[in-house]
Every structure is written in C-alpha cells, then in structure tokens.
C-alpha cells in the first residue's frame, strides 16, 4: 500500500509540470484573442521574408514572448507594416477587412496553440529580449518587443492553396 502511494505521489510530481504549462498557454491564448500588438520592419530578411519587430502587450513577459509569432502572423495577414527609415513597409495579405470573421473557423485552428502559423516564422536572437525591448507600462502589463521573421511568400501561398485569400495572378 505504501508503495502505491509513493508511486502515485511520482506520476503526480511528474504531471504537474504540464498542467501548468497548459495553463499558462491557456491565459496567453486568450490575451492573443485581443490581438493587441503592433508591428514595424527592422531590416530586410531573405528573399520571400519580412524581418519585423512585434510589440505584444501582456500581464507576463514570457506570455508576450509565447505570442510574438502568433502577433507576426496575424499583422502580416491582416494588418501589413508601415515604412521605417529605408525600408518599405508592406500592405496586409488580405484584401477584405472582414476576412477573419468571414473564415473564422480556418483562423481559429490556424492560431490554435501548435497550429499552423508555426511554419511561418522564426525568432531571432533566439528569442531574446533586448534591454530597450521590455517595457513595463503600467503596474500590471508589459510591452514586450521581439524580433522575428516571416516566410510571407510560404504563408501567401498557404492561404492561396486554402482558397482564404485570392492569388496575385487573380486580377484582384
């Protein structure tokens, strides 16, 4: 008997650990759903990619961190970035400014924790913040600044292929 209790205090200790990560991804999801974060261009990626900065805004700085490549994502998408000193900023992929809710279930399982948007971009630096790119703006938030890259031609044609956003070729 004392041995079930040892081996079910082990499974337990083991287990925690995931129950909490869930947890917190559970918070930064729906910090994310708000989608509050802003976009600017920090430098000229490889060919096919926009090198970007996204200020994601949040109660912990790891949450942001977890976001950056949801936000990436999603600006590109939906909101494009604007010019910064010599390099030109880029409209949104998509043309209707209704698109998200209109195919709302493919977003949904797109930005799901683990889905899709992974294959679109990268961090770099490793994900590490810069002194200048942590900053806490009120007593209970942080703006949070990472650098990341996205494949936007991959992306572009990802959404073609699923008939969300129409190609270039298309006359629109």
Known sequence: MKNIHIVLMFVAFLT??????????????KETAQWRYEIEAVGTGTQGTYQIK?????????TALEQAKKNA?????????PDKDRIKGQKALAQSP????????????FFNTGGKYQKFVT???????AAGDRIKISKKEYKIGVVVNV?????????????????LGSGF
Request: a positive charge; proline letters at 3%.
């Open 16 to 29: 925690l650990p995931y129950f909490c990560m869930a947890q917190s991804k559970k918070k930064a999801d």
């Open 54 to 62: 996204v200020w994601s805004y949040s109660k912990k700085p790891e």
């Open 73 to 81: 994502v999603h600006g590109i998408i939906f909101k494009g970035f």
């Open 98 to 109: 209704n698109l998200e809710q209109e195919k709302e279930d493919f977003f949904k399982d």
């Open 123 to 129: 961090l770099t630096n490793n994900g590490a913040i």
């Open 151 to 167: 494949n936007k031609d991959a992306l572009r044609k990802d959404l073609e292929d699923a008939g969300i956003i129409k190609g």
